[in-house]
């Protein structure tokens, strides 16, 4: 089994457009891997279509995670793998409180086949100090808990949840969709300080960024470009940095030379 | 005592009993006004409440009816008074006769009428003035074992100053014959009072649960109103906040869940009368299998008021395509002097990317359906004191997902 994860020839739709035009791609476990590429390209598409999302059509290809092609899970078994998409834009659930989901999140992931799930699920003084403390490591304020799923929350209280929910649930591959958009620099480093405490060597991280400034927090292993639904360029570090300088033009051009 | 069956039934008849019965004149006489007009009346032109199902002539009202009080012993000490209203005709007839009947009005249709002349006994609540009743009252409405037609009253009097929290609560088994519940409600909320009035209608299948409900709020009153609805085949619930009080305020929440073979209709009225009241309502419906429910709300603003500020909103949720929400949301105003006014509905499914956002963390699909129809309900049922009654309540709503 391997905590690598694997795209193979993957080609996906959004209503009968395809968006992901034969996506090859390998994290490797325990490695931070950076997607960028301009916008429309289709990297946004790719993190949706790894969690799963029922919206976009797979016509073809493989994802494998730990010695299973995920495309055949549904979206909460794939968490469970230890899977985590970080959204874009995390999604306000009213009447759902923080605590209630986490703690919901928390023992889905404890639950066993065959067992009374009240017998699995994580005890309440434990859940409390574990949420107390993962806040106060992202700078939260303690009434945060008792708010809404991200209803009426800025752009950087949504952010700084979302890292939040996967320093609890203590994925092993996480993909962060655009995670510094409508961040300011202080939510910028706050959430990035969390992925870094998380990240390597335990968690494969694939960081999903239109700019290089991300990239400034959260030192990647590995960048790769992707352009027109497909993935252009594997390269180290460095190449994030010469895009920010050139932009993606040149790269384009090379390519159709 | 036989029991006889409403075409039975004469003026004569009811007369003798409730004069049997020990009743005060006055409400012999009410019962025989109120039975003449049930006799006389044709079937009440409701368009969406099928009725068809049930043949209430047919049907003989149980002799009594099974209501359970509970009243906390440190409130009764404070003078407040919970008890079976037939009990109360006895030590507060007064306070009874002046303001029975006057919040709901009895001649307005044939039902209404019938649970005037017909009503069997109820709950008498009464807070005197400047107490403050802490330990929520519940008062619990059962079917009878045979008859299986209950009419049962509530009546709340509170006086100026006073606070409480009552829940009335109708519940019973699954019926294998038609069964119809006929209650009334009606609370007086005196000056500068605070009332929080919890009813929860969750009767087993088969039973036709036909009500009235109102509350009348004096200056500066104040009411917190739940309306919860989930059982029964057919509900038919016209409900009536009166703001005749300068400055009396209501906040009013409703959770209706229709769920296969149910009918479930609230007409829940907001009546301005006084200046500065201030209202706002907001109700939840989910609509599951073939079920079917009715939002029939209004504002109306009359014309001696002054100052009103309103919000009416409704909001429903589907979780079948076979399921249908009607929602007939009005406004009437009589006067040029409105504040605020406004009103909103919103219908829709279950929303994918809640449940992907959800599914995402690892919560199945179904847990993710359920707390987002919890969350959809929670402002009715986070106003639920009691830690067991909200249990019970979301177990028959996780039921009914």
Known sequence: MSNDLV?????????EKEILRGVNLTIRGGTIHAIMGPNGSGKSTLASVIAGHPGYEVASGEIWYKGQNILELDPDERSKLGLFLAFQYPVAVPGVSVANFLRAALNAHRSEEGKDPKE???????????????MQALEMDEGFARRYLNEGFSGGEKKRLEILQMTMLRPTMAVMDETDSGLDIDALRIVAE??????????GVLVITHYQRLLNYIKPHFVSVMMDGRIVRDAGPELALELEEKGYDWLREELTA | MTLLTLKELTADIIGE????????HWLVERRREAWAHFAQAGPPEWRRTDLSGIDPTALAPSSDTLVTIELDASLERLGVVAKPLRAALTSHEALIQRYLDTAVAPLEHKFSALRAALWQDGAFIFVPKDVAAEMPIRVRYHLPPIGHTTLPRTLVIA???????LIEEFSSPDQSVP?????ISEIFAGPGSSVRFISAQRWGNGVYHIAGQKAVLE???????TSIGLGAKVQHIEAETTLKGNGSQVNWYGATFAGSDQLLLTGPWLRHVGHRAESFMQFKTVVNGNGYSVFDGMIKIEHESAATSTRLEEHALHLSPQARNDSIPGLKIDTNSVLKGGHASTSGDVDEEQLFYMQARGISK?????????????PALDSIPVESLREELEATIESKI
């Open chain 1, 7 to 15: 795209i193979k020839a993957l080609h996906a739709n959004i209503e």
């Open chain 1, 120 to 134: 699995t699920a994580i005890p309440m003084a434990q859940f409390r100090k574990q949420l107390r403390e993962g």
């Open chain 1, 194 to 203: 969390g992925v870094n405490r998380l990240a390597h060597p335990d968690m």
């Open chain 2, 17 to 24: 009993r409730a004069k049997v019965a020990g009743e005060p």
């Open chain 2, 159 to 165: 006086e100026a100053h006073s606070s409480l929290t």
């Open chain 2, 179 to 183: 069964s119809l519940a006929a209650p």
């Open chain 2, 219 to 225: 200056q500066d009153a104040n009411l917190e109103w």
């Open chain 2, 366 to 378: 179904t847990e993710a359906k359920r707390m987002i129809v919890m969350g959809f309900f929670s």
